[in-house]
Structures are given as structure tokens and as C-alpha cells.
């Protein structure tokens, strides 16, 4: 601050003495309060401060300038302009014809929004505003949030999904456990609470699901190839046992409902689809290939996974005590999350584009475990790390899409049991 008050004295000393030498004493200078000097136009100080113009400074000493200024046109600075500490201006400011900042402006934790505050045309805020959840104002009239509607959420409330009419629109929001706050239903709040209605505690035969459908009702089902032999690989195709499992579902499923058909990469879900088709009825049975039906949808991390695999006795064990006792979790994505994104993003729109009434999408054990374990909630036993028990052959889940949009989930078996033994 000295050293600037020091530089603007020196300019005003350089420029008395410059019109001192140009002018004669009585017509270039005069006195103002015995303090400030007036100056003609027009005069320039090049370098730091740049005036054009006229300027009149009043009491010099009570000038305080940091840093650097620079001046065009007019200034007039009357008694004390005071600058302190925080004036930080980066890259462009340009004010145009007036700005007039009277007296103070200050805002001090007085706004607070949590969530979504969304503002069209105008709004009118006079000294505090508290903003909680979801306000939104159009056209300066205010819409409430959905504790409005809703009530408070509330542990009694947690998990729960309600709808309210807002602004002439059906919106829904779930009751969050973690935060008791209302929020936006997303598709996983869906499937949970599918997951809760549908309560699936055992396998239960594809074709009971499938002929028990409603009008408008669809179905799409995930299941497990039929048996293999020893050839594991992706050529690796079913056994006569195998073909005959297939065949024998296809007849079971036989029907007026036209049915559409998926594979993996892999020749045996190709192979299981085909004996399905051709058991039914059906002269066309070439299905598509989707490869995520095969792969490892459900493994985050593979270089972390290989390693479980190799140190405790392959994927089997691995898989399935993630599942029932979240170890290994940090090879695995979060399984409520990764299977609505399974449903949501692969299988749905591929049955969904068939225009079909049913789908058949056939694929491997690994991947349809933990749709199982998802699904049931865990009650259904498929603990192969500790008994032994694992996925059957043709058993997976089953979907049932509801005209209405909503969903109801099934763990469905082509075969007598559901589960197997090794």
C-alpha cells in the first residue's frame, strides 16, 4: 500500500514539475483545499497507470491503491477510496455505461442447496433462502419438493417407492435408508423392489411360468446351456445327454407363442437352442449370438480374479462365496448395480427388439449364478465353496414383463432339479 501511495505522489510531483517548465505559474496551476492539485487536458503517464482524459484526485493521502490500475477516460476519486486485501480480478472484466455498488454486499452462509435447484426465468431472492431436496421454480411460481406430498422419510418409510402428482406430472421417488431423504426412483431402486416383491425362494419349472403369462405379459428367460461333455472350450459342444436334455425341454414348451432364441459365442448354448426350437416345432431355429451371455460380465478386476482362482481352488468356489459371503468382493463389481445393468443394457433390448412373446437366451453358469443369487436374495442354495451345489443344467431365471411396465422375477429349471452336485 506504501509503495503504491509512494509512486502516485512521485507522478503528481513530476507532473507540477512539467507544467511548471511549459507554463506560466498564474494560468496552469491552482489550488484546490490546499491539498490535491487540479491538472489540464490532457496528460499521459505512461508505463503503470495510463490516464486520459481528465482526473481529479482529492486527498491524496487518503488514496490506497494495490498493484496496478489502469485509467481510461474519466476518474474522479473524491476523498478516500479504500482497497484492501481481497480484490482479485483474473483474465477479463468489463463494465459497460454504470455500475453503482452502494454501501455492502454480503452474503454470508445464508444459501444453502442440497440436490437439485433448477430456475427458469425469474426468481426474486431477499436476504436468506434455505433450499432442501428438490425446489423448482418456473415462470416465478414455486414448485414444492416431495416432502410436500410424500410426508417425512422416515426409517418406517425406508426403501419405500410413492408417487406424486408435481407440475401435472406422475413423479416417483424412493425413501433413501441411508440418508431419509426422498430422491428420484432409478432402475436399480426398480429391481430391488422387484427383487423383494417377487420373493423367489426355489426353482420353479420354465413351463409353468410361461404358461401361467397374462394377457399382454412377455417373458424373457436366462438359462444355462444343457450338458456338455469334457470339452470346455468355446467349440466345446453338448453331450447325447446334452441334446436329449434339450429336446426334451422343447417339447415341454411347445405352444402357439412364438419364441425367440439367443446364444453365446459358444457352440453348446447354440446347439441347446437349436434342439429347443426343433422340439417345438419350429423350422427356423438359427438364434442370435450375444456375446455377453458368455465372458465374465460380473468380474471387475480379471488379473485379481485369476489369481483367487488359482490360489482357492478355481471359479466355482471363488464365484460362489462372493455371493453368499462377500469375499474375494474386490475382484467382483457390486451385484445389485452390475445385474440391473445385465438386464437394463443386454438382455431386455435384445429379447425387447425380437418383438417375440418369449425369449429363450442361453448361456453359462458363471454368468447366471449370480442373476440367481440377485433374484432370491440369496435363498436358494447354490454354495458350491462349502456343499458342493451348483446350477443345473437349463435352469436360470426368467423375467416376466408386465404390460403395466413393471416386473416380476422367477429362478426357472428346464430339467427335474434346479441345482446339482459335483
Keep these: 500500500m506504501r509503495k503504491a501511495a509512494g509512486y502516485l505522489s512521485f507522478i503528481l510531483l513530476a507532473?507540477?514539475?512539467?507544467?511548471?517548465?511549459?507554463?506560466?505559474?498564474?494560468?496552469?496551476?491552482?489550488?484546490?483545499?490546499?491539498?490535491?492539485?487540479?491538472?489540464?487536458?490532457?496528460?499521459?503517464?505512461h508505463d503503470t497507470v495510463v490516464v486520459h482524459d481528465t482526473v481529479v484526485v482529492h486527498d491524496v493521502d487518503s488514496v490506497?491503491?494495490?498493484?496496478?490500475?489502469?485509467?481510461?477516460?474519466?476518474?474522479?476519486?473524491?476523498?478516500?477510496?479504500?482497497?484492501?486485501?481481497?480484490?482479485?480480478?483474473?483474465?477479463?472484466?468489463?463494465?459497460?455505461?454504470?455500475?453503482?455498488?452502494?454501501?455492502?454486499?454480503?452474503?454470508?452462509?445464508s444459501i444453502r442447496v442440497v440436490d437439485s435447484?433448477?430456475?427458469?426465468?425469474?426468481?426474486?431472492?431477499?436476504?436468506?433462502?434455505?433450499?432442501?431436496?428438490?425446489?423448482?421454480?418456473?415462470?416465478?411460481?414455486?414448485?414444492h419438493g416431495p416432502e410436500y406430498y410424500l410426508g417425512e422419510c422416515n426409517a418406517e418409510k425406508a426403501d419405500s417407492i410413492l408417487s406424486a402428482n408435481i407440475g401435472n406430472e406422475e413423479k416417483y421417488f424412493i425413501c433413501d435408508r441411508l440418508t431419509f431423504l426422498w430422491r428420484t426412483v432409478t432402475a436399480l431402486d426398480w429391481n430391488n423392489q422387484y427383487?423383494?416383491?417377487?420373493?423367489?425362494?426355489?426353482?420353479?419349472?420354465?413351463?409353468?411360468?410361461?404358461d401361467?403369462?397374462?394377457?399382454?405379459?412377455?417373458?424373457?428367460?436366462?438359462?444355462?446351456?444343457?450338458?456338455?461333455g469334457d470339452d470346455y472350450s468355446t467349440a466345446g459342444p453338448l453331450n447325447d445327454n446334452g441334446?436329449?436334455?434339450?429336446?426334451?425341454?422343447?417339447?415341454?414348451?411347445?405352444?402357439?407363442?412364438?419364441?425367440?432364441y439367443a446364444g453365446s459365442p459358444s457352440t453348446r448354448t447354440h446347439q441347446t437352442c437349436n434342439n429347443i426350437a426343433k422340439a417345438r416345432g419350429e423350422a427356423d431355429t438359427l438364434a442370435d449370438t450375444i456375446e455377453f451371455l458368455g465372458g465374465t460380465w460380473f468380474v471387475k478386476d480379471s488379473v485379481v480374479y485369476k489369481k483367487y482362482k488359482d490360489e482357492h481352488s478355481g471359479s466355482w468356489n471363488v464365484t460362489s462365496q462372493w455371493l453368499y459371503e462377500g469375499t474375494y468382493a474386490d475382484a467382483f463389481y457390486n451385484l445389485p448395480e452390475r445385474s440391473t445393468e445385465y438386464l437394463e443394457e443386454i438382455i431386455i433390448p435384445a429379447f425387447e427388439r425380437s418383438g417375440k412373446r418369449v425369449g429363450i437366451l442361453v448361456g453359462h453358469?458363471?454368468?447366471?449364478?449370480?442373476?440367481?443369487?440377485?433374484?432370491?436374495?440369496?435363498?436358494?442354495?447354490?454354495?458350491?465353496?462349502?456343499?458342493?451345489?451348483?446350477?443345473?443344467?437349463?435352469?436360470?431365471?426368467?423375467?416376466?414383463?408386465?404390460?403395466?411396465?413393471?416386473?416380476?422375477?422367477?429362478?426357472?429349471?428346464?430339467?427335474?432339479?434346479?441345482?446339482?452336485?459335483?
Design 64 to 109: 490506497n491503491v494495490v498493484d496496478s490500475v489502469r485509467l481510461i477516460d474519466s476518474l474522479l476519486v473524491v476523498d478516500s477510496l479504500n482497497i484492501i486485501d481481497s480484490v482479485n480480478v483474473i483474465d477479463s472484466v468489463r463494465v459497460a455505461d454504470s455500475l453503482n455498488v452502494i454501501d455492502s454486499i454480503n452474503v454470508v452462509d
Design 195 to 210: 427383487v423383494r416383491e417377487s420373493a423367489v425362494s426355489k426353482f420353479v419349472p420354465l413351463k409353468d411360468v410361461i
Design 243 to 260: 441334446v436329449s436334455q434339450a429336446r426334451s425341454l422343447g417339447e415341454k414348451l411347445k405352444g402357439d407363442l412364438e419364441f425367440y
Design 212 to 228: 401361467s403369462l397374462a394377457e399382454g405379459e412377455k417373458l424373457v428367460a436366462v438359462i444355462r446351456h444343457a450338458e456338455r
Design 365 to 422: 453358469d458363471l454368468q447366471i449364478i449370480p442373476l440367481v443369487s440377485y433374484f432370491s436374495q440369496n435363498s436358494i442354495d447354490l454354495k458350491y465353496y462349502s456343499n458342493k451345489r451348483w446350477l443345473n443344467y437349463l435352469a436360470g431365471v426368467a423375467i416376466v414383463l408386465k404390460p403395466d411396465g413393471t416386473r416380476r422375477f422367477y429362478a426357472v429349471k428346464g430339467l427335474d432339479a434346479g441345482t446339482m452336485t459335483n
Design 15 to 45: 507532473l507540477l514539475a512539467l507544467f511548471l517548465v511549459a507554463c506560466d505559474d498564474d494560468e496552469s496551476i491552482s489550488r484546490v483545499d490546499g491539498y490535491g492539485t487540479q491538472l489540464p487536458d490532457p496528460v499521459v503517464i
Design 117 to 143: 435447484v433448477n430456475v427458469v426465468d425469474s426468481l426474486n431472492i431477499v436476504d436468506s433462502l434455505n433450499v432442501v431436496d428438490s425446489v423448482v421454480v418456473r415462470d416465478s411460481v414455486a414448485v
